[in-house]
Nanobody, 124 residues
Framework: QVQLVESGGGLVQAGGSLRLSCAAS????????MAWFRQAPGKEREFVAAIYWSGGTTYYAGSVKGRFTISRDNAQNTVYLQMNSLKPEDTAVYYC?????????????????WGQGTQVTVSS
């Protein structure tokens, strides 16, 4: 079993920055892919970024590439999402997810564990 707990959301003005954290516990993570998704009201959950727990290779959605950075701290079992140059369209609940199988995916059903989500609101 894996537990994921997100933190770091909040209200920020357009152009500002936030850093989200996802603390993972319960199992070893060496073979996991960790990802961030987001879901705005009335919209489907969408992929934001992913990282291999070992090796650190990263992937980004086109809408956030160059503004968001995903990283991990193996010693702390924590994954981060640094979000810069935030836009009102980034407003959503952000979820951390873990995938047990090899290979990353942009599809939410491919992920096995989810956190409870943290709200990010960007005002214009």
């Amino acid at each position: 079993q894996v537990q994921l707990v997100e933190s770091g959301g909040g209200l920020v003005q357009a152009g500002g920055s936030l850093r989200l954290s996802c603390a993972a516990s319960g199992r070893t993570f060496s073979s996991y892919v960790m990802a961030w998704f987001r879901q705005a009201p009335g919209k489907e959950r969408e992929f934001v970024a992913a990282i291999y727990w070992s090796g650190g290779t990263t992937y980004y959605a086109g809408s956030v590439k160059g503004r968001f950075t995903i990283s991990r701290d193996n010693a702390q079992n924590t994954v981060y999402l640094q979000m810069n140059s935030l836009k009102p369209e980034d407003t959503a609940v952000y979820y951390c997810a873990a995938r047990l199988e090899a290979g990353w995916s942009i599809r939410a059903p491919r992920y096995d564990y989810w956190g409870q989500g943290t709200q990010v609101t960007v005002s214009s």
